[in-house]
């Protein structure tokens, strides 16, 4: 089941459980550590179980056992009706390893799959996954770069093999660079790119609302040059790791 924070639900400090959008009763698992007892609505699960009955932006009555001790909290369940999803699967482990890598070397194979909930369209992909971003990086909440094995259009974008997943760790408002991409589109700039907000799972585990853009590149991004702008960077600063050279699937 997606990751659930603390916050405020309904004004009282709740638990808060956000989950992609609307499913049939059994679509979410609850996952948990196997030696603690869990109750909802005084329903015992087993890690692993389908999430039997819930109603979102209702209160409902979660008690956790674990090593004899009992701690019992209000929850509730809030759908991202209006924003698409973005669903990485990737190895178990590979995540905190790919996150731990502040020089992004560490791309990993993985499935992407985007949810649009005014289209009810799926869009699954293979591709390979990496960090992104510099003093960004030293943000809880990390930005990535998804490359795949084809141009694909996500939302209505520009076609691209090479995407960014922009985290937005440094601004709270999730605003600045929506604004400015939307201003440069607006204004008819030459190489702005696209953007669109989603929400990010990665192996089940909410991470965030994020900003897809397509990446401004002439090799797979979303700018269509002559010439390999990556090759040119590396023959003209040979120290500089770009991420032009991707493992074969």
């Known amino acids: 089941m997606p990751f659930a924070s603390d916050g405020e639900g309904e004004g009282d400090g709740a638990l808060c459980f956000f989950l992609p959008f609307p499913a049939e009763i059994g679509a979410y698992r609850i996952d ?25 932006g209702e209160k409902h009555r979660l008690e956790i056992i674990r090593h004899r001790k009992t701690v ?14 973005v669903s990485v699967d990737i190895e ?8 731990a890598d502040p020089m992004h070397l560490d791309k990993k194979s993985s499935n992407i799959t985007l949810v649009d909930p005014k289209t009810h369209l799926n869009t699954s992909e293979y591709c390979y996954i990496g960090g992104h971003g510099g003093s960004s990086w030293d943000c809880d909440k990390k930005s990535f770069e998804i490359s795949l094995l084809r141009p694909i259009s996500f939302l209505g974008m520009r076609a691209a093999e090479k995407w960014t997943l922009i ?16 201003a440069a589109s607006q204004v008819g700039m030459e190489y702005s790119t696209d953007c669109e907000y989603v929400n990010l799972y990665v192996n089940g585990s909410y991470q965030g609302l994020y900003l897809l853009t397509g990446r401004i590149s002439g090799n797979g991004g979303v700018i269509n040059f002559d010439h390999d702008l990556d090759v040119e960077n ?16």
């Open 32 to 56: 948990f550590p196997k030696d603690d007892k869990v109750y909802i609505d005084g329903d015992e699960y087993s890690s692993g179980d389908a999430l039997l009955s819930y109603v979102a």
């Open 72 to 85: 019992s909290r209000d929850m509730v369940f809030y759908y991202g009706d209006n924003i698409p999803v």
């Open 92 to 99: 178990d482990g590979a995540f905190e390893k790919m996150s």
């Open 167 to 182: 985290s937005n760790g440094m601004d709270y408002s999730n605003l600045k660079n929506r604004v400015v991409y939307e």
């Open 234 to 249: 590396r023959m003209l600063n040979p120290d500089v790791i770009t991420d032009s050279s991707l493992p074969e699937p």
